[in-house]
């Protein structure tokens, strides 16, 4: 069981940047996918970016231009850039994995808070 660990979360103001890590406990160099979600407050856990193991990746509309995901495989660390950081973009934000021969994010890690202030 991979165990993830999200950091680097907290508050800034509207505009600023923040970037969250997410710690995997062992080799993320097999998984096929590792994503980014978030959950506002008394919304449903959304999608943020999702990169694959081919170094792909995918956004959400609404962070295109302004999020980047990474991953450093030797650091078995996944990244997520926050820039021109939005109230809208306040929200838990979770790391997820898929292994292979899954179809759906099958690791999760507890999520950290990311606040944007006005």
């Known amino acids: 069981q991979v165990q993830l660990v999200e950091s680097g979360g907290g508050l800034v103001q509207a505009g600023g940047s923040l970037r969250l890590s997410c710690a995997a406990s062992e080799s993320i160099f097999s998984i096929n996918a590792m994503a980014w979600y978030r959950q506002a407050p008394e919304k449903q856990r959304e999608l943020v970016a999702v990169i694959f193991s081919v170094g792909s990746t995918n956004y959400t509309d609404s962070v295109k231009g302004r999020f980047t995901i990474s991953r450093d495989n030797a650091k078995n660390t996944v990244y997520l850039q926050m820039n021109s950081l939005k109230v809208e973009d306040t929200a838990v934000y979770f790391c997820?994995?898929?292994?292979?021969?899954?179809?759906?994010?099958?690791?999760w890690g507890k999520g950290t808070l990311v606040t944007v202030s006005s």
């Open positions: 997820a994995a898929r292994s292979p021969g899954r179809y759906t994010m099958n690791h």
